[in-house]
């Protein structure tokens, strides 16, 4: 039986190994081995549950992680991008051994503050409140919308402002290239991402700061939003990819309809209605 890889986000790990949600561990377990789902695992998971200070916590975790994901290990390296057998212990030992020179989510996680959000989402006139009631396509479009008319004040000779967010995902990703291109020397050559799922994630912060189900303040501070971004370029290797953050979920599903990637969104309930609807008819 050819089986679809389904991303699971560490919060859908955690609750289930310990106790929150024993419904949907018997769930994952009987679509594991009745079909149609398998559920691979990434370093970004593993150092999400793991703690260098809980050893014995950390194995439970690792076990459990082999056992669901039956030692398929999707890898996001510098230098290798796909699926391969390996056991998530083997992964948690090596996670920290590769040092490219920089912690992207220390550097970048209020590089602009939550303040200074708000005010960017006041001066384009964008309500949360309204784009969170919009689906994807329908925000994308109002946002578009408020870049292509706000009236900017440019100096002559200054480039042309972002009139969509295409645009400024452009600005944005070239400055970024740039300024941190040699990052990784050493390492071997780079692997590459599909074209179409280059710029996912800043189109995935751009959602954020926009406010396209943005982070509240508390977790905004945490940078959790540079940690999802990255999660969501992994899951779009996969069919589908689920979490409990409904925040998460609705950004990526955007991002993924924009780009022109098939991978689905899930929250956990909505996973779980879709597990029962399809065990059920395959009883």
């Known amino acids: 039986m050819e089986r679809s890889a389904i991303y699971l986000d560490s919060n859908v790990v955690i609750d289930t190994i310990e106790g929150r949600d024993d419904e949907l ?12 789902y398998c559920y691979p695992f990434s370093a970004e998971l593993v150092g999400e549950i793991t703690d260098l200070d809980r050893e014995e916590r950390n194995q439970a975790r690792l076990m459990y992680v082999e056992d669901l994901s039956k030692r398929v290990y999707f890898e996001n390296s510098f230098t290798n991008i796909g699926f391969r057998n ?3 212990q083997e992964v948690f030992a090596t996670i920290n051994d590769v040092d490219i020179g920089i912690d992207f989510n220390d ?7 939550f303040d200074q959000v708000l005010e960017l989402r006041k001066a384009y006139k964008l309500d949360p409140g309204s784009l969170n009631n919009m689906k994807p396509r329908e925000a994308l479009n109002y946002i578009n919308n408020a870049l292509e008319n706000y009236e900017y004040e440019v100096a002559e000779g200054a480039p042309n402002p972002p009139r969509s967010i295409k645009d400024m995902i452009s600005t944005v990703s070239a400055i970024c290239e740039e300024s941190f291109k040699n990052v990784g020397e050493g390492l071997g050559t780079k692997a590459e991402h599909d074209a179409s799922k280059k710029d996912l994630v800043m189109f995935f912060s ?10 509240p303040r508390k977790k905004y501070k945490r940078g959790s939003r540079l940690v999802d971004a990255q999660h969501a370029l992994v899951g779009s290797y996969f069919s ?10 609705r950004k990526a599903e955007a991002a993924y309809e924009y780009m022109g990637i098939a991978t689905k969104a899930y929250t956990t309930d909505e996973f779980k209605q879709h597990l029962f609807s399809i065990l059920s008819d395959g009883s």
């Open 25 to 36: 561990m018997g769930l994952l377990f009987r679509s594991l081995y009745l079909g149609p």
């Open 206 to 215: 751009l959602l954020d700061s926009f406010g396209y189900w943005g982070d």
């Open 107 to 113: 550097t970048f996680a209020n590089m602009i503050s």
């Open 86 to 88: 390996e056991r998530p």
């Open 240 to 249: 589908a990819i689920v979490s409990r953050d409904p925040h998460f979920v």
